[in-house]
Every structure is written in C-alpha cells, then in structure tokens.
C-alpha cells in the first residue's frame, strides 16, 4: 500500500502563486512516476502536470509556462508550483504515483482562484 498526504491548497487571488506538496509512503521501493491532476466542480479530472522517474515532464497545454513540476526524491516528495494563477485554475487538485500494477491517488486539496 501506498499513502499519498497532500497540502498548500488554499484561496488565492488572480495573479497569485501557490505550492502543492505531496509526501508519498509506504510500500515504495524505488523512484517511481509522479504527477498532478485536477477535477474542477462538473468536469472530468484531467493531467495538470507528471514527472517520470528519470525527471521528464509532461504538462496540459493550459498550464504550460506558468506551472512547474519537480520532485525530491530522497523524501518521495513531488511538488507544484503554480503561478499566474486564473479562476480557470480553481479545482480539487489530486496527487498520482504509480507503481508496478497500479496506481494511487491522494485525497485531494482544493484550490480556489477568486478575488
């Protein structure tokens, strides 16, 4: 099993930044794919940003340029900064890893963009 603790949601203004951290644990053996998605109130929950275990990183078109993906790995961390932040941002942002076999989602942390 593996645990997935996220936090840094919060209410932001537009044109504001905000982090995300998400710490992984438990059954985690070696570096494995991270990444980010969101669910926005009535919509499907889409990729926002993923890194592979080798540091590659994929982002959505509608984020690319003012959201950032890095990890730690020494501390199964994956974080997300997000900048120039819109009310098209605001949503439950989740937090995925995958492992051999399947994959894990944390509980979510609502960010919301408004002024």
């Known amino acids: 099993q593996v645990q997935l603790v996220e936090s840094g949601g919060g209410l932001v203004q537009p044109g504001g930044s905000l982090r995300l951290s998400c710490a992984a644990s438990?059954?985690?053996?070696?570096?494995?794919?991270m990444g980010w998605y969101r669910q926005a109130q009535g919509k499907q929950r889409e990729l926002v940003a993923f890194?592979?275990?080798?540091?590659?990183?994929n982002y959505a078109d509608s984020v690319k340029g003012r959201f950032t993906i890095s990890r730690d790995n020494a501390k199964n961390t994956v974080y997300l900064q997000m900048n120039s932040l819109n009310s098209e941002d605001t949503a439950v942002y989740y937090c995925?890893?995958?492992?051999?076999?399947?994959?894990?989602w944390g509980q979510g942390t609502q960010v919301t963009v408004s002024s």
């Open positions: 995925y890893i995958q492992t051999p076999g399947r994959g894990y």
């Open positions: 438990g059954s985690i053996f070696s570096i494995r794919p």
């Open positions: 890194v592979e275990k080798l540091g590659s990183t």
